[in-house]
């Protein structure tokens, strides 16, 4: 293994990895180091160009934390992660699609009734009734399913990112009742920026993209024997829509936030008027699995 050339350097890296025990991460090894070599024929990568490369993979790592995933915010930016997910939730197209966890996700949210308030922080949100049925594949109700829900406010501010909102704001968990409905109260949740102070942040102002997400509402919906889905309602009419920072806009996913002055559907839903009203349906498929890709190894969350 001398003498090593452009022509023959990828078979000699390949042959060691041939020895490799664990058959998938020999696998893994043998693809990534294959496109690799060739992504650096493609573009004659330069020494410079990997020296930039080290260099700004190194920043990725210093920013990063317990409570701050860059590379995870990278993998987002770059489309890697909805790609990812894309293919770990093939459904029927029946049921609920799935999109991002992203990074705000808390786990133990404090339970709540159908019909309760989540925005505990009063944080001068436009009222938004958020309602309707969690089903099965053939249209039946499903009692009892568990919807865990989180939202950032109006201003765009998650609670674990502002300390004007009390532990907990704008999350809930609640169940659906026995015709497989559910209802909460909340706030119209806007467009906000991901964060753009580390590298991730650099890389889309290099690249003249915004740092924007259109106003969503994340939930993840559970019930015994069904495949969880972890997924985001979207506003309809959003500008961010069609260029989400992350890319987790599914046309299925966006829903109508009507506003209604309507004092008598404001009484209907317990709602001061004018308020807004969202529907949204979720469709379980049946089956079993973890909702929250990569939470026990605390790489999201608390
Ligand atoms: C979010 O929606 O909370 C989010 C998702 C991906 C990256 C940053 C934020
Ligand atoms: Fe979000």
Redesign the pocket.
Known sequence: MRDLTEDNVTEAVLAKIDVTDNPRLKQILVSVITHLHAFARDVELTPDELFEAARFLTEVGKISDAKRHEF??LS??LGL?ILVDAMQNRKPAAATESS??????RANAPEVENGDLIDRGDTGGDPTVVHGTVKDLDGTAIKGALLDIWQ?TQQGL?ENIDAAQPDMNLRGRLRTDGNGEYKVRTVLPAS?P??DDGPAGQLLSLCNRHNM?PG?I?FIVSADGFKPVTT?VFVEGDDYLDSD??F?VKESLVAAFVNSDSVEDAAKWGMPTPFHEMRFDFVLEPGEGDARPGFSAGSAGD
């Open positions: 995870l915010l987002d930016t992660t991002v966890l992203g990074p705000f996700y950032a998650y906000y991901i964060p997400r969503h994340h985001e920072a992350v987790g």
